[in-house]
């Protein structure tokens, strides 16, 4: 219950395209849901995060929509870029003290010119 | 300033051998965490402290030890380590309670021999 399960594995993006990872949870209790983005050799760093209590959230090209019924969420990435070529994690935690975050299985991006 | 940094970045030690990693933010955040990384996996978590007591530990073996000397630092002593041990270590800090996003250190790269 406390897997989250992430799609594609990887992904290939033409340069201008959009690009569309797909996440889905079963613990209802998750309340936190961020996005973290992976460069090799370097650490995640978060690239954006939603709350249950909105179905969308948008930070420049990179939208996450959230449909809390299908208990699944997405990543998309508008005008995909070749330096958005990295790995894509999403995670799931439920709020409280030093809450431990679900992290999904990870998404390779590539983006061609 | 939102960083959190680790030293050193690479690390290579025999099996025999007593090393240190080490974590520093200057965030105010009272939540620290190690994490350990694969090759195309996601982070896998440790240990956490929270207000400088351990708070979780993933059944992780006594060979890795924490410690949290204060609420900025962060103490990895790895003692007679494996070759499977090999893999991306990364430290993480959050606030705690009310926020959950983590934010991560670029890692050490360790190689067990």
């Known amino acids: 219950q406390q897997q989250v399960k992430q799609s594609p594995q990887s992904l290939i993006v033409q340069k201008g395209g959009i690009s569309i990872i797909n996440c889905a949870y079963e613990?209802?209790?998750?309340?936190?849901f961020p996005w973290y983005q992976q460069f090799p050799g370097k650490g995640p760093a978060l690239l954006i995060a939603?709350?249950?209590?909105?179905s969308e959230k948008k930070e420049g090209r990179f939208t996450i929509s959230f449909n809390k019924s299908a208990k699944q969420f997405s990543l998309h990435i508008m005008d995909s870029q070749p330096g958005d070529s990295a790995t894509y994690f999403c995670?799931?935690?439920?709020?409280?003290?030093?809450?431990?975050?679900?992290f999904g299985t990870g998404t390779r991006l590539q983006v061609t010119l | 300033d939102t960083e959190v940094t680790q030293t050193p970045k690479h690390l290579v030690m025999g099996m025999t051998n007593k090393k240190s990693l080490k974590c520093e933010q200057h965030?105010?955040?009272?939540?620290m965490y190690w994490y350990k990384q694969k090759a195309k996996k996601p982070p896998e978590l440790m240990f956490v402290?929270?207000?400088?007591?351990?708070?979780i530990n993933e059944s992780v073996p006594s060979r890795f030890s924490p410690e949290c000397p204060n609420s900025s630092l962060l103490n990895l002593h790895l003692h007679a380590l494996q070759p499977e041990d090999s893999a991306l270590y990364l430290c993480?800090?959050?606030?705690?309670?009310?926020?959950?996003?983590?934010?991560f250190g670029p890692g050490t790269r360790l190689l067990v021999l």
């Open positions: 965030m105010g955040h009272r939540a």
């Open positions: 993480a800090s959050s606030q705690v309670i009310l926020q959950e996003t983590q934010y």
């Open positions: 995670a799931a935690s439920i709020t409280g003290t030093a809450s431990k975050l679900t």
């Open positions: 402290y929270s207000y400088e007591k351990l708070s």
């Open positions: 613990n209802t209790a998750f309340d936190y």
């Open positions: 939603i709350r249950p209590d909105v």
